[in-house]
């Protein structure tokens, strides 16, 4: 099992470009995650999904869309980069068992510079 | 509104110096706890989950215990290979965990 996947591993982007992060999960796991990790904040939540064609605002969406088309995969848009979008994202994903949440499984992340 | 916090910011240690990190958290309900380890340039890895206070989990040279408002997590002769940042977060019964700011460990040898 190769687990969370993420790609690409890091980009440059210029202001206003558009990009799109791809996650894939070979775990059949129903909840997706996108995070996002800077300095001294730890990890923010952009959005989420809990199932195949859901998806829900985290704690910081603007400036983010995502897709879940399919149970595997999970895409994070940047419609037009912004230099405060400059920082290291990470998918997770995740299932319910006996009525918690098990632990969530971390891709190894995308750095992303937008100058 | 829920909150995880963790002290301290940095931690540095000698090389077999026992020591432990905390992780407070404020949350209107647990459903579970969990800690990972993040080393430079790559994702979280899954450590321990814990559910109710009281209970204790051990691996290698790491031990994690929980309480009502808090969790630690003990570091036991560490080496250096045990450097990096250890991440907490808390399942408060929402669709998502609250994650705390984490630990920077250095362990010099």
């Known amino acids: 099992n190769a687990g969370v996947t993420q790609t690409p591993k890091f980009r440059v982007l210029k202001t206003g470009q558009s990009m799109t992060l791809l996650c894939a999960q070979d775990?059949?796991?129903?909840?997706m995650y996108w995070y996002r990790q800077d300095p001294g904040m730890g990890l923010r939540l952009i959005h989420y999904?809990?199932?195949?064609?859901?998806?829900a605002k985290g704690e910081v969406p603007d400036g983010y869309n995502v897709s879940r088309l399919k149970k595997q995969n999970f895409l994070l848009g940047l419609e037009s980069a912004a230099p405060s979008q400059t920082s290291v994202y990470f998918c997770?994903?995740?299932?319910?068992?006996?009525?918690?949440?098990?632990?969530?499984?971390f891709g190894p992340g995308t750095r992303l510079l937008v100058l | 509104e829920d909150q995880v916090t963790q002290s301290p910011e940095a931690l540095r240690l000698q090389e077999g110096e026992s020591s432990s990190l905390n992780c407070s958290y404020t949350?209107?309900?647990?459903?579970?706890l969990f800690w990972y380890r993040q080393d430079p340039g790559k994702g979280p890895e899954f450590l321990f989950t814990l559910y109710s206070a009281g209970e204790e989990k051990e691996k290698e040279r790491l031990k994690a215990t929980l309480t009502k408002k808090e969790s630690f997590l003990h570091i036991t002769a560490p080496k250096p290979e045990d450097s990096a940042t250890y991440l907490c977060a808390v399942d408060n019964y929402g669709q998502n965990f609250v994650f705390g700011p984490g630990t920077r460990l250095s362990v010099l040898p």
């Open positions: 949350v209107s309900g647990l459903r579970g």
């Open positions: 775990m059949n796991h129903e909840y």
């Open positions: 997770a994903s995740s299932y319910f068992s006996g009525g918690h949440q098990e632990t969530q499984y």
């Open positions: 999904s809990v199932g195949e064609g859901t998806t």
